[in-house]
T-cell receptor, first 113, second 110 residues
Framework: DVKVTQSSRYLVKRTGEKVFLECVQD?????MFWYRQDPGLGLRLIYF???????EKGDIPEGYSVSREKKERFSLILESASTNQTSMYLC????????????FGSGTRLTVV | DAKTTQPPSMDCAEGRAANLPCNHS???????VYWYRQIHSQGPQYIIH???NNETNEMASLIITEDRKSSTLILPHATLRDTAVYYC???????????FGKGTKLSVKP
């Protein structure tokens, strides 16, 4: 079964900490994405990557950065976590040219205290 | 911004067909209509997509109006496990990013 795996299901971090959210896919997909999901706001795109070492800003990149050193891994970095970054974070991947959309991971629920 | 409009919530009786509407009046010729659903505490799951013609797979049917300004997702025999938030998304070709709106919360009741 093809998978997008997010390293943690639940995470609690302190304000000001540097936080790494990891995402790994085993489908040899070129494209990878990070979303956050908040009640009443739906899913919002943070960053995406179409290839190794490439990254593009999504709709809400402020306060985040990403790293794509290997094709299968896409990391989301919170340089200095803040309470307003408490959210559900979802990773997704897709082939470069794909009519079937994305495969999502199960999400990481991050709480910043 | 999402280019689709969906009702915030709907109810459906178990075993009956669930018909979920979506308006996408500004859709362009190269844009596909995608449907995803998200069951509580899980990531979104692909259901079906289409361009002009109606589509059917093992999960659902997608009916797109002739002018392509609206569509309906049909779950032919809804079960309790179909309770989820359903997202209708307009996407440019096979390369466009998925922009999620707020979706429709479907509650299937016994």
């Amino acid at each position: 079964d093809v998978k997008v795996t997010q390293s943690s299901r639940y995470l609690v971090k302190r304000t000001g900490e540097k936080v790494f959210l990891e995402c790994v896919q085993d489908m040899d997909h070129e494209n990878m994405f990070w979303y956050r999901q908040d009640p009443g706001l739906g899913l919002r795109l943070i960053y995406f990557s179409y290839d190794v070492k490439m990254k593009e800003k999504g709709d809400i990149p402020e306060g985040y950065s990403v790293s794509r050193e290997k094709k299968e891994r896409f990391s989301l970095i919170l340089e200095s976590a803040s309470t307003n970054q408490t959210s559900m974070y979802l990773c997704a991947s897709s082939p470069a040219r794909n009519n079937y959309g994305y495969t999502f991971g199960s999400g990481t629920r991050l709480t910043v205290v | 911004d999402a280019k689709t409009t969906q009702p915030p919530s709907m109810d459906c009786a178990e075993g009956r067909a669930a018909n979920l509407p979506c308006n996408h009046s500004t859709i362009s010729g190269n844009e596909y209509v995608y449907w995803y659903r998200q069951i509580h505490s899980q990531g979104p799951q692909y259901i079906i997509h289409g361009l002009k013609n109606n589509e059917t797979n093992e999960m659902a049917s997608l009916i797109i109006t002739e002018d392509r300004k609206s569509s309906t997702l049909i779950l032919p025999h809804a079960t309790l496990r179909d309770t989820a938030v359903y997202y209708c998304i307009v996407r440019y070709g096979s390369q466009g990013n998925l922009i999620f709106g707020k979706g429709t919360k479907l509650s299937v009741k016994p």
